[in-house]
């Protein structure tokens, strides 16, 4: 018999089967079991390096970065310190010393 995950809302690992929705019995909430598959996967962000990335990590610039509406831009090397992750085209939200808050992509990066 296969591994069933536990419920998201009340954890319980008496989750059941039922055509393609799983379902929990304490708490009555169904879900996909497809979708929760989706979620695990699009969570995960990789660095260029291909390291998994979380939040609070400490990551740094790999190539110089234009700045729409900056004089400069963010330089090769440049460290950033506490990232969060986010969804969408630029994955990494944070804060660079002389640029303020931003979102970079996180193919740019790799892991402090």
Request: charged residues 30%.
């Amino acid at each position: 018999m296969s591994e069933l995950p536990p419920c998201p809302l009340c954890q319980s690992i008496y989750t059941y089967e039922d055509r393609s929705v799983l379902t929990c019995p304490e708490c009555g909430h169904s879900w996909s079991a497809s979708a929760e598959e989706e979620e695990d996967t699009a969570a995960e962000v990789k660095d260029a390096n291909g390291n998994p990335l979380q939040d609070g990590d400490d990551v740094i610039v790999i190539k110089d970065l234009k700045v729409k509406g900056a004089s400069k831009p963010v330089k090769a090397g440049t460290k950033v310190r506490n990232i969060r992750l986010v969804e969408g085209d630029h994955d990494i939200s944070c804060k660079i010393d002389g640029f303020g808050a931003m979102g970079l992509k996180s193919q740019f990066v790799r892991k402090a």
